[in-house]
């Protein structure tokens, strides 16, 4: 869970701060999916709506960045299997 103190959560969300951990970076992305779900309100829709969003982004994030990543390191150093 994101529990950062009170004063960074100010600053990250009056300032527009990049997050400076992972910490932060966790509190942010769970800060939008609490607002996206207070927002659209209590429901299985909205639920889910979060969950696949951030399904989705994140194995698209594995695909384009960690992917081609690990490629690299393995022609870098070598193959292990």
Not at 51 to 74: Q, S, T
Request: glycine share 8%.
């Amino acid at each position: 869970m994101p529990y950062i103190k009170n004063e960074r959560r100010q600053y990250l969300a009056t300032d527009g701060s990049w997050p400076g951990v992972a910490g932060e970076l966790n509190y942010l992305i769970t800060k939008l999916c609490k607002d996206y779900y207070e927002f659209h309100g209590p429901s299985y829709q909205a639920i889910n709506d979060c969950l696949g969003a951030l399904e989705g982004a994140k194995l698209e994030f594995y695909r384009r960045i960690a992917v081609p990543y690990e490629n690299d390191k393995c022609q870098t150093n070598g193959d292990c299997y």
